[in-house]
């Protein structure tokens, strides 16, 4: 289940604030405005004036609330996950990055306090989360242009709604887009364990797909092993592995895949197209070993492989709103039926945010942060 800590444990009951006044008129200068205040509510955010390393740039601030304006949505931020595009982007290393100062955090979930006049798709009360990069999550409260919001069912578990827009849509398009699989064939990925790599199994069986899922060795590797079978997993091996003579006793019973995706680069990355079948595809949608991709001229040319990239912000910027909700709809109906669980995760307070981020930046973590506010 996609339940973690007390705050899971039980539909979260929130406390909104009514009667809201205009505040100073003073707005914040990422892509997203504050809501309006009533009584001089306090907007508690995790800010970053400059980039660099995110325990050193990031500090928790107060900010003021600017009004609802027709299209406006006035959120309550119930909680935010920290992801690795959140790291980059404070590091100044993502291929968008906000004008600063700028708060942190690219997804979460809220609830809707107040809505502008001529808002139609939400109202107060429903829970809603970003379908747009960039706004900053990680904070109290804020208001969001109508268009950037989707309402999620009620009945999702919290924290299944705040992780939900970027690693989950992330699997299910790779998946869905490159290669036109049926139900037997078999997808490679590296960094199996992450938050992509774990939905990526999770739809996979879904699909009717078989996985072959790489990770680093480490010292749990046999409980990591187990955890990733119980997703779904039908192999589970380690880079090392991955590249003995003895990998071709795994093809016999197991049709050699014709996606790979990478997460990792370097020569990992080459690993999986070596064994990609003849025509395959490798899907790059991340660079954890900040190492160039390696291809091989001969498989190249021999195997007329196909090397391709992946960026759900690009995506979304090619695909209009109605797709992209379609898109969460279709995860929503997984999670419903059972067939979808998050990754492991931990809450932290919003003001113990150097903990969260330190933990987020160490190797061979698997628990996600979620900011709860």
Same mark, same amino acid.
């Given at each position: 289940?996609?339940? *973690? ?40 955010? +995790? ?26 949505? $006035? ?17 100044? &290393? ?13 997804? /979460? ?13 939400? !109202? ?45 849509? =992330? ?19 590296? /960094? ?8 990526? @199994? ?20 046999? !409980? ?19 590249? !003995? ?12 895949? #014709?996606?790979?995706?990478? *997460? ?9 197209? #070596?064994?990609?079948? $003849? ?10 070993? !900040? ?9 190249? @040319? ?9 960026? +759900?912000?690009?995506? &979304?910027?090619? $695909?209009? +709103? ?9 995860? *929503? ?11 492991? *995760? ?20 698997? =628990? ?6």
């Amino acid at each position: 289940m996609w339940v *973690c800590g007390t705050l899971w444990g039980a539909r979260m009951q929130v406390q909104l604030r009514r009667g809201l006044l205009p505040a100073s008129g003073r707005r914040w200068s990422a892509a997203a405005s504050y809501s309006a205040s009533a009584e001089s509510a306090r907007v508690r955010a +995790l800010v970053y004036g400059d980039h660099g390393h995110p325990p050193n740039v990031i500090e928790l601030k107060n900010l003021e609330l600017t009004a609802v304006g027709g299209s406006d949505v $006035h959120v309550k931020m119930l909680a935010a996950p920290v992801n690795p595009s959140d790291i980059n982007m404070i590091q100044g &290393k993502y291929g968008i990055l906000p004008k600063l100062p700028a708060v942190g955090g690219n997804e /979460g979930v809220g609830q809707v306090v107040a809505v502008g006049s001529s808002v139609t798709r939400v !109202k107060p009360g429903d829970l809603v989360i970003l379908g747009t990069s960039g706004l900053g999550t990680w904070r109290t409260e804020a208001v969001f242009s109508e268009d950037a919001l989707v309402a999620v069912p009620s009945d999702i578990p919290l924290q299944s709604a705040a992780i939900l827009s970027v690693n989950p849509c =992330t699997a299910y398009r790779m998946l869905m887009d490159f290669e036109q699989l049926k139900p037997g064939d078999s997808v490679i990925q590296n /960094g199996s364990n992450s938050g992509v790599g774990q939905a990526v @199994i999770q739809i996979a069986t879904v699909l009717g797909l078989r996985t072959i899922n790489v990770v680093r060795d480490r010292p749990d590797l046999q !409980k990591l092993t187990n955890k990733l079978k119980n997703l779904g997993a039908e192999h589970v091996i380690t880079e090392e592995q991955l590249r !003995k003579p003895e990998m071709k006793n795994l093809f016999k019973d197991t049709p050699q895949p #014709r996606l790979a995706l990478n *997460c990792v680069g370097g020569k990992s990355a080459t690993d999986l197209l #070596r064994h990609l079948a $003849h025509g395959g595809t490798m899907v790059t949608y991340g660079g954890m070993a !900040k190492q160039p991709i390696t291809a091989p001229v001969s498989l190249l @040319i021999f195997k007329d492989l196909k090397l391709r990239g992946f960026w +759900l912000t690009h995506w &979304k910027d090619t $695909h209009s +709103l109605d797709e992209f909700k379609e898109l969460i709809f279709t995860l *929503c109906d997984f999670i419903l039926r059972g067939q979808f669980t998050a990754p492991d *995760c931990s809450e932290v307070p919003l003001q113990d945010y150097q903990r969260a981020l330190e933990t987020s930046m160490q190797p061979f973590i698997s =628990t996600k942060q979620i900011f709860t506010m």
